[in-house]
């Protein structure tokens, strides 16, 4: 593991100009940790991005066969991280151990997956129309379309995954890949992770020759707003709260030249129990589901926050198995003492609703979250009541017992949008409820049957997004290769002589793409 000097990182340099100094902590005592971090200041913040729009030209414009080697470099240079970086992670988040081997592993995994979306070259998007000179009435000119990378990214990075979600994370992968340079705001939750992970970024940026300021890092709680406000920035990739995705949301429309922010923020992920399945195997079901509502403490963007079934006896017994599994689950200890004070707050906030009523959970108390089971009436869904719809960041769920068929479709139409929507079900529940379905799909971006929604593979279908205020903007997805997409932009070239096409559109398909030519694809 290398020195942490807590500097900021500027076009391949450190800089530490400003006089605010800021501690890490340790996420289970609370004590500080012996380093010390530099605030970015204004100035900083302005050369982080002006270092990142200098390196734009001659980054995007490189060969995807050298940009994927630099991705590769990155996981190589990831991979090799050693015990004492691991344990430096679980101190400044208390994330356990194997958390943290299998997220390093998974953060290694997302580089290379671009590099292999690099080198396949599908995301260049090729499509070519001939010209057509005796064309009646109008003869049609040529014209020739691929895509680009949009320019400098902010990414900033998130509390809960302090690898796969921050420094090197997807965000950062994506925007890389598709030939954007980065300036990485790191997470005040675990800056010195941040360092260790900025440190092999910028070895593996040596090690393949990028143009410096590829990668930038800035420290501060208070830089947020100056970097996304400056011009040089394109798009913003976000990962936290609804209130925190929302205002980088409104500074990016207000600016001169608005951006798009990819921001994922708030998902209570609804599971529905279905009755044919909750009768043949209720018991394992209340288990299984309990185990994904305590993972990690709660504290997935993926937790199953709300539970929905019909009324019957199955139901009854479920919800009583439950509420005694999850009694018995221990206490664990969270991220940081402000994810904790927000964890108590939101547990609070259902407690004193008359509408809700406590099953299970001892009382919070200490520096440890205890899990919590609540009922709701469905009222509470029919009228639009906030409560449900806000994402309690922790070891909690809330059931919520519908009267019928009709009032389930009511409930799920109230529903904001969400991250995923989970079916618990078996042959004959999904042909009773066959309309479930497409009001699902209305509402998320991947739909569960049978599963757990607290696992996310890195993979090329994978969508995590969904439709406000589960992201920003529905569109997109911040895990798998179609990650690619947010940060590209087509251009068009009308009758450009082949010598000064790029190389995915010239004539002899020199890189050997799939492409659309004349309406059918070729190769």
Not at 107 to 134: K, N
Not at 346 to 375: D, I, S, W
Not at 439 to 456: A, D, I, M, W
Not at 512 to 517: E, S
């Amino acid at each position: 593991m290398t020195e942490i000097i807590g500097h900021n990182y500027i076009g391949g340099a450190r800089s530490a100009a400003g006089s605010v100094t800021l501690h890490s902590h340790d996420a289970s005592s609370g004590d500080a940790l012996p380093f010390t971090f530099t605030q970015a200041t204004a100035e900083e913040v302005d050369a982080a991005a002006r270092a990142a729009a200098a390196a734009y030209p001659a980054f995007r414009n490189l060969p995807a066969q050298r940009r994927a080697a630099f991705l590769d470099a990155i996981a190589e240079q990831l991979d090799a991280l050693d015990d004492d970086f691991v344990s430096l992670v679980t101190r400044e988040t208390a994330l356990p151990t194997a958390r943290i081997k299998g997220e390093r592993g998974r953060t290694s995994g997302q580089m290379r997956l671009f590099a292999q979306v690099l080198r396949r070259g599908d995301f260049y998007g090729a499509r070519i129309d001939h010209a057509l000179p005796e064309r009646q009435p109008l003869p049609r000119v040529d014209l020739r379309q691929y895509r680009i990378g949009v320019g400098p990214v902010a990414v900033f990075g998130a509390s809960n995954f302090p690898l796969a979600f921050s420094t090197a994370g997807g965000d950062t992968a994506a925007a890389l890949a598709a030939g954007c340079p980065v300036v990485f705001k790191a997470h005040s939750g675990h800056m010195a992770t941040a360092e260790q992970v900025a440190d092999a970024i910028i070895r593996a940026a040596e090690q393949t020759g990028m143009p410096k300021g590829v990668f930038n890092m800035i420290y501060g709680a208070g830089v947020g707003e100056t970097l996304v406000k400056h011009p040089a920035i394109q798009a913003v990739g976000f990962t936290g709260s609804l209130k925190g995705g929302r205002a980088l949301c409104d500074m990016a429309a207000a600016r001169p030249q608005p951006i798009p922010v990819f921001a994922e923020m708030s998902s209570i992920n609804p599971v529905l129990m279905l009755p044919a399945a909750l009768q043949a195997r209720g018991e394992s079901i209340a288990a299984q589901l309990a185990a994904s509502v305590v993972m990690g403490c709660g504290q997935f963007c993926t937790n199953p926050g709300l539970v929905i079934g019909i009324r019957s006896p199955a139901f009854e017994a479920f919800t009583q198995r439950l509420a005694a599994v999850l009694a018995e689950e221990p206490a664990q200890t969270m991220l940081n003492a402000g994810t904790l004070r927000s964890y108590a707050k939101g547990v609070q906030a259902l407690q004193a609703h008359a509408g809700v009523t406590h099953l299970a959970g001892r009382a919070q108390q200490g520096n440890q979250a205890q899990p919590q089971l609540f009922k709701a009436d469905v009222s509470l869904l029919l009228v639009g009541d906030p409560l449900l719809q806000e994402e309690v960041f922790g070891p909690t769920t809330v059931l919520v017992e519908v009267a019928d068929e009709a009032e389930l479709q009511r409930a799920l139409q109230g529903l904001h949008g969400q991250l995923t929507a989970t079916l618990i079900a078996d042959a004959e529940d999904l042909a009773r409820h066959a309309q479930v379905l497409p009001l699902l799909e209305q509402k998320v971006g991947r739909v569960l049957f049978n599963g757990y929604p607290t696992g996310v593979e890195v993979c090329d279908a994978m969508v995590h997004g969904g439709p406000y205020p589960a992201t920003s903007d529905a569109r997109g997805t911040s895990v798998g290769s179609l990650a690619i997409d947010r940060f590209l932009r087509p251009v068009c070239y009308q009758n450009c002589p082949d010598e000064l096409l790029p190389a995915a559109l010239q004539e002899g398909n020199p890189l050997g793409l799939v492409r659309l030519v004349d309406g059918a694809i070729q190769n």
